[in-house]
């Protein structure tokens, strides 16, 4: 009988009044912060899964699409307690149904949900000076110790999930790393160090006033360990990786609002980026012209308010919006982040995209030399450099530069005959030489091979090869008929 607004205003005036005699405070950490993702809620539940100090009699189980390990998890409104250097404090899983939505820009998730922490009046400067960092550390460390990393892309096309993601997410599970890289050790050495350097590095960040990122590039013909070498950086830092597919995304602003969702302590991977660009650019209008007008715009908004607009009818993105993305005001809306982007032809790239700063590092992902050979010989057959014949190395070091095969090449001889480890060896020697041979003959006959007795070589293998030939039958005027019938047509 009681009017519902009295019922209502009674109940506030008795919370309040609860509220000021409580020796109790309460914590809400909610699941989303406005439009973004709280990383405090993801924390929270992480340590909470693991926590030896786990008390609940009520778990929920969960275990993710190909996912290794079950989760542990409050259910839905149950609560549980934890201590904390002698503070008693206790937590709740809230989830409410949300009421039916009015309109929204978009659809917002069914359900609420968000921790209630509930802790002593007294232990509050204890709490939130150490325990809600001790939680940050605590869900860092358990998620290393998971090895799962996320694999996000953003094949959705500009739509968002129920709970506001514009990222797809798999379990990241690569198993390159920078031991199985093939690739000069030196160099090797030279990015894990720096990779070091930028992890260790906040405190130098916030010195010199720079964002906290990095870039890298990595050029090179295909099949020279690019994407690997993203795994291996991934599976080093224990980051996620963000793969940004630049045609699925529709304007530069799309573009923001991706970045904004990505997590801090993460790789935005854009890969084959000269092909992304010539998609979305250099098509719409009069190429190089409107490359430079975009250029000219991107770096009167990154002097200016920063706030990149399209350029032309909104519906593209440009490269404006990409050296924004990478590198304006909104690329530090998070910390601790790695951008790397790959291509098979660095001499197509803008000159804007390279200048220095912009992508920190230019690695050179290049054929396969001696000392990866030696890292893939190891790799796929277990041998050491004492395990192979001397001459055979010595042969296939003399070669091997020359032959120009990519370590994707080399992996294939390999793994093709690894039950027979020598006649493994074998075929790859007889493949390098049999691409040495072409690569120098076509240097010769481009007039450019400065090796005299490179030269000598091929020709004296030339020639023994034709007198086997000739003894074996008539394969060579098979291919003469060959070229000459190429010649007619
Ligand atoms: N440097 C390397 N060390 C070890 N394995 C390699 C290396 N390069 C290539 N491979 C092998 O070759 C395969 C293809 O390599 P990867 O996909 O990394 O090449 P990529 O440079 O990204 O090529 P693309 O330019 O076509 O994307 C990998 O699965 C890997 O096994
Ligand atoms: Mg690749």
Same mark, same amino acid.
């Given at each position: 009988?009681?009017?519902?607004?009295? @019922?209502?205003?009674?109940?506030?005036?008795?919370?309040?009044?609860?509220?000021?005699?409580?020796?109790?405070?309460?914590?809400?950490?909610?699941?989303?912060?406005?439009?973004?993702?709280?990383?405090?809620? /993801?924390?929270?539940?992480?340590?909470?899964?693991?926590?030896?100090?786990?008390?609940?009699?009520?778990?929920?189980? #969960? %275990?993710?699409? /190909?996912?290794?390990?079950?989760?542990?998890?409050?259910?839905?409104?149950?609560?549980?307690?934890?201590?904390?250097?002698?503070?008693?404090?206790?937590?709740?899983?809230?989830?409410?149904?949300?009421?039916?939505?009015?309109?929204?820009?978009?659809?917002?998730?069914?359900?609420?949900?968000?921790?209630?922490?509930?802790?002593? +009046?007294?232990?509050?400067?204890?709490?939130?000076?150490?325990?809600?960092?001790?939680?940050?550390?605590?869900?860092?460390?358990?998620? %290393?110790?998971?090895?799962?990393?996320?694999?996000?892309?953003? #094949?959705?096309?500009?739509?968002?999930?129920?709970?506001?993601?514009?990222? !797809?997410?798999?379990?990241?599970?690569?198993?390159?790393?920078? !031991?199985?890289?093939?690739?000069?050790?030196?160099?090797?050495?030279?990015?894990?160090?720096?990779? +070091?350097?930028? &992890?260790?590095?906040?405190?130098?960040?916030?010195?010199?006033?720079?964002?906290?990122?990095?870039?890298?590039?990595?050029?090179?013909?295909?099949?020279?360990?690019?994407?690997?070498?993203?795994?291996?950086?991934?599976?080093?830092?224990?980051?996620?990786?963000?793969?940004?597919?630049?045609?699925?995304?529709?304007?530069?602003?799309?573009?923001?609002?991706?970045?904004?969702? #990505?997590?801090? $302590?993460?790789?935005?991977?854009?890969?084959?980026?000269?092909?992304?660009?010539?998609? #979305?650019?250099?098509?719409?209008?009069?190429?190089?012209?409107?490359?430079?007008?975009?250029?000219?715009?991107?770096?009167?908004?990154?002097?200016?308010?920063?706030?990149?607009?399209?350029?032309?009818?909104?519906?593209?993105?440009?490269?404006?919006?990409?050296?924004?993305?990478?590198?304006?005001?909104?690329?530090?809306?998070?910390?601790?982040?790695?951008?790397?982007?790959?291509?098979?032809?660095?001499?197509?790239?803008?000159?804007?995209?390279?200048?220095?700063?912009?992508?920190?590092?230019? &690695?050179?992902?290049?054929?396969?030399?001696?000392?990866?050979?030696?890292?893939?010989?190891?790799?796929?057959?277990?041998?050491?450099?004492?395990? &192979?014949?001397?001459?055979?190395?010595?042969?296939?070091?003399?070669?091997?530069?020359?032959?120009?095969?990519?370590?994707?090449? &080399?992996?294939?001889?390999?793994?093709?005959? %690894?039950?027979? $480890?020598?006649?493994?060896?074998?075929?790859?020697?007889?493949?390098?030489?049999?691409?040495?041979?072409?690569?120098?003959?076509?240097?010769?006959?481009?007039?450019?091979?400065?090796?005299? @007795?490179?030269?000598?070589?091929?020709?004296?293998?030339?020639?023994?090869?034709?007198?086997?030939?000739?003894?074996?039958?008539?394969?060579?005027?098979?291919?003469?008929?060959?070229?000459?019938?190429?010649?007619?047509?």
């Amino acid at each position: 009988i009681i009017p519902p607004e009295l @019922r209502f205003a009674f109940l506030k005036f008795f919370n309040r009044t609860f509220h000021l005699f409580s020796s109790y405070c309460y914590f809400d950490i909610t699941e989303l912060d406005g439009v973004n993702t709280n990383e405090l809620y /993801n924390a929270v539940q992480l340590y909470l899964s693991t926590s030896v100090s786990i008390a609940g009699n009520r778990l929920s189980l #969960t %275990r993710a699409v /190909n996912s290794s390990s079950i989760t542990f998890g409050l259910s839905n409104n149950d609560s549980i307690v934890d201590t904390f250097n002698n503070a008693t404090v206790l937590w709740e899983h809230v989830v409410t149904q949300r009421q039916t939505q009015t309109f929204a820009w978009r659809p917002l998730p069914e359900e609420k949900r968000g921790f209630t922490l509930r802790i002593k +009046k007294r232990d509050k400067t204890l709490i939130l000076n150490s325990y809600l960092d001790f939680i940050a550390e605590k869900a860092k460390e358990i998620r %290393r110790k998971n090895q799962d990393r996320l694999l996000y892309t953003n #094949t959705r096309g500009g739509s968002l999930d129920s709970r506001g993601h514009p990222w !797809e997410s798999v379990p990241f599970k690569h198993p390159s790393t920078f !031991e199985t890289l093939a690739m000069d050790p030196k160099k090797k050495q030279e990015i894990m160090d720096d990779l +070091k350097d930028f &992890v260790l590095g906040q405190m130098f960040y916030q010195k010199t006033g720079r964002a906290w990122k990095r870039g890298y590039l990595l050029y090179g013909p295909p099949g020279t360990g690019k994407s690997s070498m993203i795994a291996a950086m991934a599976n080093y830092l224990g980051y996620d990786i963000y793969d940004l597919e630049l045609t699925e995304v529709h304007s530069n602003s799309e573009l923001r609002k991706l970045l904004m969702k #990505t997590s801090s $302590k993460s790789i935005i991977v854009i890969e084959d980026i000269d092909c992304s660009i010539n998609l #979305t650019n250099r098509n719409k209008s009069s190429g190089l012209k409107a490359d430079l007008q975009n250029l000219r715009i991107g770096s009167e908004t990154r002097s200016g308010s920063g706030s990149g607009e399209e350029s032309g009818n909104g519906n593209t993105i440009t490269l404006s919006g990409l050296l924004n993305f990478t590198d304006g005001l909104w690329s530090c809306c998070g910390s601790e982040r790695i951008f790397i982007f790959t291509t098979n032809h660095i001499e197509k790239l803008d000159p804007a995209l390279l200048r220095s700063g912009r992508m920190d590092m230019h &690695v050179c992902m290049s054929y396969c030399d001696f000392s990866s050979l030696k890292i893939l010989l190891r790799n796929y057959l277990g041998y050491e450099e004492e395990d &192979v014949d001397d001459d055979v190395l010595k042969e296939m070091e003399r070669v091997v530069e020359k032959a120009e095969m990519t370590p994707a090449d &080399v992996s294939e001889a390999l793994i093709k005959n %690894r039950r027979d $480890k020598e006649k493994a060896v074998r075929e790859l020697l007889v493949e390098l030489k049999s691409r040495w041979e072409r690569n120098v003959k076509g240097g010769k006959l481009r007039g450019q091979s400065g090796n005299l @007795r490179e030269l000598e070589i091929v020709e004296e293998e030339e020639k023994r090869a034709i007198d086997s030939q000739n003894e074996d039958g008539d394969d060579v005027e098979d291919e003469t008929e060959l070229v000459d019938n190429v010649g007619k047509d």
